[in-house]
Every structure is written in structure tokens, then in C-alpha cells.
């Protein structure tokens, strides 16, 4: 399953308040590489430099509009796109439906559910049809459930944190392969990664706590001195 929270995010609002907003709620999920621009120009140039994997566009802007300029983005990348308008008529809905866009909220709307909206999109969008098939895999007698962040050992369900979910995924991603501590650091912290090696290490050995019969001499979740991780799976699904 591909690092949904890592995917780049442009938002474009010429209102400073209302860009605020929603980068505070989308960090407050986990997203971390969000760029922001508040008329046509500046985000031309940002999907230029930056390529955004999503846009979160207005519709009204200074020097134009989000219509034309989901145009001419259009013309040089390829990214899912939801609108925001104060305009709600059916006509302006379904001219920026029949641009591309991916979906089109009303203002005023509520935070929550543009930040359930837009993850939606980046799911169906970028999810990769592997990981969807395999949500799921065993480890010994343990099945460790990707889609829910849950482990099950027999009866018991033992939830997995964001950041041994991370872990996981990438490990999973990477099966049978070694990966490197510092991919598996980019993974989970971003590009905020550097130095956190020895956190790390914690997060490994609690995610070992949940998975492994004996976390003490693991099984499964291998350490490959002075590289990294190795996860040997087994698909059940």
C-alpha cells in the first residue's frame, strides 16, 4: 500500500484564512509536504517546480479562475483535483467535473470532511492494486491487517500506531527485501527524517512486541546489521 500522508498537496485560496485552515487539519492527519499558492500564477509555477500528486483548487482567484487554471495544468501533469466554490449552481459543478476534476466542495464546508474527501481521492487514485489484494498477511499464527492497523493473535486484537503502521507498510511494500534504516525513517518521518535512527530502533522493537511469538529473537521482522530490515511474509489475502 503506497504512503498516502507522503503525497505532495497544493492548495489554492486567495484567502489566507481559509488556506490555513485547511493545511492545519490536513498536518493535524499527517500530511506533511503541502505547498500553497493564492492566485493562478503562483500555483502554475508550484506544479511546475513541485508536482503536486493532488490539488485542492477554488474556483474564484484573483487573476482567473480554478476552471482555466486546472486547464492549463492539465497540459503539462496529470494530478486528481478537488474544486471549492462558494458557488454552488449545478452548471459550475458540472463544468468542473467535466474538466477532470476529481470532486467539488461547497463553501462553507466542514474541515473534516474535505480531509475524508481528499483521502478518498488519493486512495482510489494512487493505492496500488498489489497492496489492495494483499492487505492482509501471516506471521506465524498472527494475521497483521494493513486496511484496519490491527494484529490478530488468536482472540486478541492489538492495534498498531501510525508510526508501526508506517513501518509495516513499507516493510510489506519491500517483502523478502532489506530495507534501509533511513528509507524506513523517510517512510515514517518524512523529510523531517534525519537523525531519528534510534527512535526508530523503539518503534521497531514495540511493532516486534505485537507480531512476533518471541520478539527477542524474531522470526520474522529480521535486522540486517549495519542496513537495515527485512519482513519475511506470508500472503493470505
Given at each position: 500500500m503506497d504512503n498516502l500522508k507522503s503525497k505532495k498537496i497544493l492548495i489554492v485560496d486567495d484567502e489566507p484564512e481559509i488556506r490555513i485552515m485547511i493545511e492545519s487539519f490536513l498536518r493535524k492527519e499527517g500530511f506533511f509536504r503541502i505547498y500553497s499558492a493564492a492566485d493562478c500564477a503562483s500555483a502554475l509555477s508550484i506544479c511546475?517546480?513541485?508536482?503536486?500528486?493532488?490539488?485542492?483548487?477554488?474556483?474564484?482567484l484573483p487573476d482567473g479562475d480554478g476552471f482555466s487554471l486546472l486547464s492549463s495544468i492539465k497540459q503539462f501533469l496529470d494530478m486528481p483535483v478537488l474544486f471549492l466554490s462558494a458557488r454552488g449552481e449545478d452548471e459550475d459543478r458540472l463544468l468542473g467535473l467535466g474538466l477532470g476534476a476529481d470532486d467539488y466542495m461547497v463553501k462553507p464546508f466542514l474541515p473534516r470532511e474535505l480531509v475524508l474527501r481528499l483521502t478518498a481521492i488519493l486512495k482510489r487514485v494512487y493505492s496500488s492494486p498489489m497492496a489492495e489484494r494483499l492487505s492482509a498477511f501471516q506471521l506465524g499464527e498472527y494475521i497483521i491487517d494493513l486496511d484496519?492497523?490491527?494484529?490478530?493473535?488468536?482472540?486478541?486484537?492489538?492495534?498498531?500506531?501510525?508510526k508501526e503502521h508506517a513501518i509495516l507498510v513499507k516493510l510489506y511494500e519491500n517483502q523478502g527485501r532489506i530495507v534501509t534504516s533511513d528509507?524506513?525513517?523517510?517512510?515514517?518521518?518524512?523529510?523531517?527524517?534525519?537523525?531519528?535512527?534510534?527512535?526508530?530502533?523503539?518503534?521497531?522493537?514495540?511493532?516486534?512486541?505485537?507480531?512476533?511469538?518471541?520478539?527477542?529473537?524474531?522470526?520474522?521482522?529480521?535486522?540486517?546489521?549495519?542496513?537495515?530490515?527485512?519482513l519475511l511474509v506470508k500472503a493470505v489475502r
Open positions: 511546475r517546480t513541485g508536482k503536486p500528486d493532488i490539488a485542492i483548487l477554488d474556483v474564484m484496519s492497523a490491527i494484529v490478530h493473535r488468536n482472540q486478541i486484537e492489538l492495534p498498531l500506531t501510525a528509507a524506513l525513517c523517510q517512510a515514517v518521518w518524512g523529510d523531517d527524517s534525519y537523525g531519528y535512527e534510534n527512535t526508530l530502533m523503539v518503534h521497531i522493537r514495540r511493532v516486534r512486541e505485537k507480531i512476533e511469538m518471541d520478539p527477542s529473537n524474531p522470526a520474522h521482522l529480521l535486522t540486517v546489521r549495519g542496513l537495515g530490515y527485512k
